[in-house]
Nanobody, 113 residues
Framework: QVQVVESGGGLVQPGGSLRLSCVAS????????MRWYRQAPGGERKFVAL???????NYATSVKGRFTISRDDAANTIYLEMNNLEPEDTAVYLC???????WGQGTQVTVSS
């Protein structure tokens, strides 16, 4: 079955850190353009970060310098390391395999004191 499953979300205080995981099945992340998006309550889905098959990365301006996308080919997993989190980062975070137009169900991140 071709799918991606996110995990790692939770409740964290401002300034804290979380690492999200996106485990892929049925296709190799090493050959795919993988992206993280997020969607806040009542808002639209917004781009967060991407990593291409060749290793190129790109980030939304709002997270640049705080978030890092990485890939573990052996685990067939994409990660999103999030540091210095802000309340504005609160959202459901979704993993996307662009080439196959596959989306996960998302993982909730809440940044609050």
């Amino acid at each position: 079955q071709v799918q991606v499953v996110e995990s790692g979300g939770g409740l964290v205080q401002p300034g804290g850190s979380l690492r999200l995981s996106c485990v892929a099945s049925g296709f190799p992340v090493s050959r795919s353009l993988m992206r993280w998006y997020r969607q806040a309550p009542g808002g639209e889905r917004k781009f967060v970060a991407l990593k291409s098959s060749t290793g190129i990365t790109n980030y939304a301006t709002s997270v640049k310098g705080r978030f890092t996308i990485s890939r573990d080919d052996a685990a067939n997993t994409i990660y999103l390391e999030m540091n210095n989190l802000e309340p504005e980062d609160t959202a459901v975070y979704l993993c996307n395999a662009q080439d196959l137009n596959i989306w996960g169900q998302g993982t909730q991140v809440t940044v609050s004191s």
